[in-house]
């Protein structure tokens, strides 16, 4: 049956979601998740899970949360001036914002992928090394094992394997963006949050970061904002609608996209507005 989320405050006491429905584990839940930026209310009442190696995507028209809410997710948004939060965010039954949990341990395990490429000023290889040597690690026979695994895992050390000391703005945008997951894959992180990562690239490096993506989930926990409604539906397991800082529908991608619960996820998938 379709799952439609509704906003009541009932929800902070318990969960309404069935975490087995799938048989994989909630890595990431948020509960009675409210944030603000100064007086606008940007998120209400979010109440999300998040299964382990699925593909959930976030989607949703300009401004309605999405890209606040994953930033929440590895507190990036705290960096934000006159941000106030409200609920609980659990990564693997831990509540993130514990006073115990410090930000770097978890931004180790949630890693983030960013709607533009952002490599480093630096060569092809010390992007990748860069959070490896943040955590001590100067071996340099580790180091180049990290960075061959982390290349070979963002489908890229075929085309750089032989330009590793070179600067990495000689790169595509493409390969720009997969070196970038490739920096993300080097610290082992449990959770990859991308955040609209094809949008600022071609059809042809969109489709192999998406083909990249799918073979992911078999080790990693993907959480992907887009605005690609095709995107999402092609490449997710789960898919949330988010509207005017509301989830207004979570369900399986197929049904989101065959036969939603709400008018209003209709409306926008058929690109009645947004």
């Not at 048989?23 to 382990?52: C, D, F, S």
């Not at 978890?106 to 010390?126: A, C, D």
């Not at 860069?130 to 955590?135: A, R, V």
């Not at 032989?162 to 600067?167: H, S, T």
Request: aromatic share 8%; hydrophobic share 35%.
């Amino acid at each position: 049956m379709s799952l439609l989320i509704k906003t009541n405050p009932m929800q902070q006491q318990q969960s309404p979601f069935n975490t087995n429905e799938s048989n994989k584990r909630v890595v990431l839940q948020t509960r009675a998740l409210n944030l603000w930026y100064g007086e606008n209310h940007a998120l209400k009442n979010i109440n999300l899970p998040m299964t382990e190696n699925e593909v959930t995507a976030i989607i949703g028209p300009s401004g309605c949360g999405k890209s606040t809410y994953i930033k929440t997710l590895n507190r990036m948004v705290e960096v934000v001036p006159n941000v106030k939060i409200s609920g609980e965010i659990q990564y693997r039954d831990r509540n993130i914002f514990d006073k115990n949990y410090l930000v770097e341990e978890l931004r180790t395990r949630v890693g983030m992928v960013f709607q533009k490429p952002n490599p480093f000023p630096k060569s092809i290889f010390e992007n990748v090394a860069y959070g490896p040597k943040i955590h001590g690690i100067r071996n340099k026979k580790i180091l180049k094992e990290i960075v061959e695994k982390s290349l070979r895992g963002a489908a890229i050390w075929d085309e750089v394997k032989d330009r590793l000391n070179e600067n990495a703005y000689g790169l595509s945008g493409g390969q720009q963006q997969r070196l970038c997951i490739a920096r993300c894959l080097a610290i082992e992180p449990d959770v990859i949050l991308m955040d609209e990562p094809t949008s600022a690239l071609d059809p042809k490096s969109t489709l192999k970061v998406e083909e990249l993506i799918q073979n992911l989930k078999e080790n990693y926990s993907i959480v992907i904002v887009t605005h690609n409604m095709q995107q999402a539906a092609r490449i997710s397991d789960k898919t949330a609608f988010f509207l005017n800082g509301e989830v207004v529908e979570y369900d399986d991608t197929n049904i989101i996209f065959s036969t939603p619960n709400d008018k209003r996820t209709e409306d926008y998938i058929t690109g009645r507005f947004g």
